[in-house]
C-alpha cells in the first residue's frame, strides 16, 4: 500500500465534494433560489419575501417561425431587421406556372360568361320556334283542307256526268289526306314536345357554370398568393435563413425566417413547481440581465398559466436543469423596456409586496 498518496487522495475527495456543493448552491440561485424568509409562525408554512427564476424577453403572442406555404425558387427576400407593415411581402418565390393558370381561368370564364348570355336568349328562341311550328301546323291544315276540296269537286263532277273519274285518281287523293292527317301528328307532336322544354334549366347550368369558372379563378389567384409570404402583422424581420436562388422544399429543416410583431415587450418567467404557491398576480418584479446586472428593469406579474409544464425554452448549459415542472408567469415591464432585447435571458426577482 502507497502511503503517500492517501493524503493526496483526501485533498481530491474534499476539492470534488467543495465542487458539488458549490454546483448545487449555484443550482438552486438560478433554478429558483428565495431570499431572506418572513418570521415562521406555528402551524404555517415559511414564506419566501423573493421568489428568483430565470425568464426570457418575448412580445405577445411571441416569435412566430414563418415559411411559403409552396415551394420553389427564391427571388425576393426581406432583410433582417426591417420593420414591416401587415401585408407586406417578406419572401417570394418564382411564380411562372401560378401566373398561367390564372390566365388560363380567366380565359375560362370569359367563355363561361359568353355561354351564359346565350342561353339568357332560350326563351326567345323557344317562342319563336313554337310559332314556327305553329305555323307549319297550320300549313299542313290548308294544304288537307284543298287537297279534301278538290276530292269533293271531282267526286260532284263525277256525280254529274260531266267528268269520267277514275278510281286510282279518288285512291290517290284519298291516300293524300291520309298522309296529312300523319303530318298533322307529328308536327302536333313537335309542338308539344318545344312546349315541355324548360329553358331556365339550361340558364341556370350556364350560371352554374360561370360560378364555378369563377371559383376556379379564385383558387388560381390563391394558388399565386402562396408564393409570396407576407408579413402576418407590423413588426420586424429577426432572422432570414435563406438567399435569393435557394429551392426551397417542402420539408424544410428550419423556418425560411423568424418574425417578430409589433408589440409591448413582456418576460416569460419560469417559476419551478414548489415556489408556485407563493407567487400571485399583481407581485412586483425586478429583472437582471443573466450575465450582467448592470441594469435593471421593473414589472409586474400580469398572468399566471393554468398548468405546470416543462421549460417553453430548452438550454442546454451547465447547472441549467431542464428536466422540471414550472409555471409560466408573464411579466409586464413597467420602465425600461429599452434595455432588453426579444429572446435575451434575465433573472426575474419577485417580490411580496405586502
Given at each position: ?247 426551397l422544399g417542402a420539408n424544410p429543416q428550419a423556418p425560411a425566417m423568424q418574425f417578430c410583431p409589433a408589440g409591448p415587450k413582456i418576460v416569460r418567467a ?85
Amino acid at each position: 500500500m502507497n502511503f503517500k498518496s492517501k493524503p493526496r487522495r483526501l485533498l481530491w475527495i474534499g476539492c470534488i465534494l467543495l465542487i458539488v456543493v458549490v454546483a448545487v448552491g449555484a443550482t438552486m440561485a438560478v433554478n429558483g433560489s428565495h431570499g431572506a424568509t418572513e418570521p415562521v409562525s406555528p402551524g404555517k408554512s415559511p414564506s419566501p419575501a423573493t421568489v428568483v427564476c430565470i425568464g426570457f424577453v418575448d412580445v405577445n403572442p411571441g416569435v412566430s417561425s414563418l415559411h411559403p406555404a409552396q415551394v420553389g425558387r427564391v427571388v425576393e427576400v426581406a432583410t433582417e431587421g426591417k420593420t414591416v407593415a401587415k401585408g407586406e411581402v417578406l419572401l417570394r418565390l418564382e411564380s411562372e406556372l401560378p401566373k398561367l393558370n390564372v390566365k388560363q381561368a380567366e380565359i375560362d370564364l370569359r367563355n363561361a360568361q359568353e355561354q351564359f348570355k346565350k342561353a339568357q336568349t332560350l326563351p326567345q328562341q323557344q317562342e319563336q320556334k313554337i310559332m314556327q311550328q305553329q305555323a307549319k301546323i297550320a300549313s299542313v291544315k290548308y294544304e288537307k283542307l284543298s287537297v279534301a276540296a278538290d276530292l269533293e269537286v271531282k267526286k260532284d263532277s263525277a256525280r254529274s256526268g260531266g267528268i269520267q273519274l277514275s278510281p286510282k285518281i279518288l285512291q290517290s287523293l284519298e291516300e293524300k289526306l291520309k298522309e296529312y292527317d300523319e303530318s298533322l301528328k307529328a308536327e302536333t307532336s313537335k309542338l308539344e314536345e318545344l312546349k315541355l322544354y324548360t329553358p331556365q334549366i339550361d340558364i341556370n347550368r350556364a350560371q352554374n357554370d360561370v360560378d364555378a369558372k369563377q371559383i376556379q379563378l379564385e383558387l388560381a389567384h390563391y394558388a399565386l398568393q402562396q408564393y409570396s409570404l407576407v408579413a402576418p402583422s407590423d413588426g420586424t424581420v429577426l432572422r432570414v435563413n435563406v438567399n435569393v436562388g435557394e429551392v426551397l422544399g417542402a420539408n424544410p429543416q428550419a423556418p425560411a425566417m423568424q418574425f417578430c410583431p409589433a408589440g409591448p415587450k413582456i418576460v416569460r418567467a419560469e417559476v419551478q413547481q414548489e415556489w408556485a404557491p407563493f407567487v400571485r398576480l399583481g407581485q412586483q418584479v425586478t429583472l437582471v440581465d443573466d450575465s450582467s446586472s448592470a441594469e435593471k428593469c421593473q414589472g409586474k406579474l400580469a398572468r399566471l398559466s393554468e398548468w405546470y409544464a416543462k421549460r417553453r425554452t430548452i438550454i442546454l448549459e451547465p447547472l441549467m436543469v431542464n428536466d422540471v415542472r414550472t409555471l409560466e408567469a408573464i411579466v409586464e415591464l413597467t420602465s425600461n423596456d429599452k434595455a432588453l432585447r426579444i429572446g435575451q435571458r434575465v433573472l426575474v426577482q419577485i417580490t411580496d409586496s405586502k
